[in-house]
């Protein structure tokens, strides 16, 4: 090819290795779209409309759903100006690759005959099978609710992970416990059955091939890691947080009171509490953090933590388009989190920019904290290019995992790779080959490593 390039040649390196997604949304059981109101429903798409002044209602009506056609007509209007966009980028190239369109923005005029003929294609036997192998797709690993039975998939190529923010954020609440007692055949009632319920979580999903747990965190968490001596404490909130109507009470009155009055041991426990059942329900969520990374070192499993998510911060936002980042989370909130579990793999990803300069140097410190992908508001090329080159020049080569799709339909690991591998190439030409004289051979094995290997290694691929 005239004029090639060492980025060029680098890419066509990376493009020859098949992909292994380590982190997706996939439903392994309808694992690609069935219409183009798939593609364009996805969040990317919805909150861009939304945020280019659609109204809600003409993405998720009050009653009921809307026609799939419908809603993609009342999407393109906003999305035809939103073509200098990356996310547009992608849905272009993904539609060109997969459905022959040859157009480069789609608009009122042309977006019917391409949903028609995008439909056609999905429904034709194989499709997916087709969309796999045009991906070049390996395997992709999933997100699992702590009680999906995962049944009637293949573990070998959609991979399983216990997603967890359920059991810390709301094992408080009636459901999420019936949920977890259906799951595990153990009904929680104090720190012991606790225990017992997530073990058997563990049993059941790394009998079925899950290869890590996963959680995404709110700015003000900070796991806290007490002494033995304050396990009453966690087992008198638990007691609270699950209903025991006679322990709140008196804790209440401790409360009210201070500490001060004439009160059993158990409640005086809470004597300065501004809120027992608030500070009931938040010792809860650290004590089922904590057993989690437990269980993590006892299971041999990597612990995801997706750091900074600020949730509901435009109410009047579509669905997933209404969480932010906040730049107030700091990995400090973590640092006695990795102490304590020195044999535990944190995969890290974040979300606001500023906390990608500490997740460089906690990954340059700690030998269990590895830096993870690109997560949601970063996963855009001007701030992927500054992450990637940070990590590149400061953290070991083998605690590097590249990049995750995110994806909810398959058909969105090729375009989001691509745009990812060609920053990569680029990136990896401009500090190793001109910068320190590498090798084009060297430099891709070591490009590969962080695409995919270390991916493969850490979560036993």
């Known amino acids: 090819m005239p004029n090639e390039t060492a980025a060029d040649r680098i890419l066509s390196g990376l493009e020859a290795a098949p992909i292994l997604d380590p982190h997706s949304h996939i439903n392994p059981h309808s694992p690609t ?13 919805t909150e861009l409309a ?3 002044g659609l109204a809600k209602e003409q ?10 056609k419908e809603l993609v007509a009342n999407l393109v209007p906003t999305l035809e100006r939103l073509d200098n966009t990356v996310q547009l980028s992608w849905f272009t190239e993904l539609a060109q690759t997969f459905f022959g369109w040859e157009g480069d923005r789609l608009t009122r005029d042309n977006w019917e005959a391409l949903y028609d003929e995008s439909a056609r294609q999905m429904a034709e036997p194989g499709y997916t099978d087709r969309i796999i192998k045009q991906t070049n797709l390996e395997k992709v690993f999933l997100t699992n609710d702590f009680d999906d039975p995962l049944a009637d998939f293949d573990t070998n190529f959609y991979v399983p992970c216990l997603r967890t923010d359920g ?5 408080h609440t009636p459901e999420v416990r019936e949920r977890l007692a259906k799951a595990t055949g153990v009904e929680v009632g104090d720190v012991d059955s606790l225990r017992a319920a997530i073990r058997g979580l563990f049993e059941n999903f790394t009998s079925k091939g899950a290869r890590a747990c996963a959680i995404s965190l709110p700015p003000w968490f900070e796991p806290r890691m007490e002494p033995d001596d304050d396990h009453r404490l966690h087992a008198l909130s638990l007691r609270i947080a699950f209903g025991d109507d006679d322990l709140r009470d008196r804790a209440i009155a401790a409360s009210d009171d201070g500490g001060d ?6 409640a005086a426990w809470f004597g300065l509490v501004d809120d027992v059942e608030d500070y009931a329900a938040e010792n809860l969520s650290h004590l089922v953090f904590r057993t989690l990374a437990e269980h993590c070192r006892e299971f041999g499993l990597p612990f995801d933590l997706m750091i900074g998510v600020n949730r509901n911060v435009y109410p009047a936002g579509v669905h997933q388009g209404r969480d932010l980042y906040d730049s107030r989370c700091s990995l400090s909130q973590y640092a006695d989190l990795f102490n304590a579990f020195p044999e535990v793999t944190f995969p890290v990803s974040v979300l606001a920019p500023t906390m990608n300069q500490e ?3 906690y990954a340059w410190i700690f030998p269990n904290v590895v830096t993870s992908g690109h997560w949601w508001y970063s996963n855009i090329p001007a701030h992927i290019a500054p992450d990637l080159r940070a990590r590149l020049q400061a953290v070991p080569g083998d605690k590097q995992i590249g990049y995750y799709s995110d994806a909810y339909k398959l058909e ?3 375009p989001k790779f691509a745009m990812y591998r060609r920053l990569l190439a680029k990136e990896l030409a401009a500090e190793f080959c001109e910068g320190r004289g590498w090798s084009e051979e ?7 490593k962080v695409l995919r290997g270390n991916s493969e290694r850490l979560f036993g691929g």
């Open 359 to 361: 997740l460089v140097s």
């Open 33 to 45: 779209s069935e219409n183009l109101a798939d593609i364009l429903g996805y969040h990317y798409y």
């Open 442 to 448: 060297r430099t891709v094995e070591f490009g590969l």
């Open 412 to 414: 969105f690991v090729l």
């Open 261 to 266: 009055g004439d009160f059993d041991d158990d």
């Open 50 to 52: 939304r945020s280019a």
């Open 167 to 171: 059991l810390v954020f709301k094992l």
């Open 59 to 68: 993405i998720e009506p009050k009653a009921g759903r809307l026609d799939p």
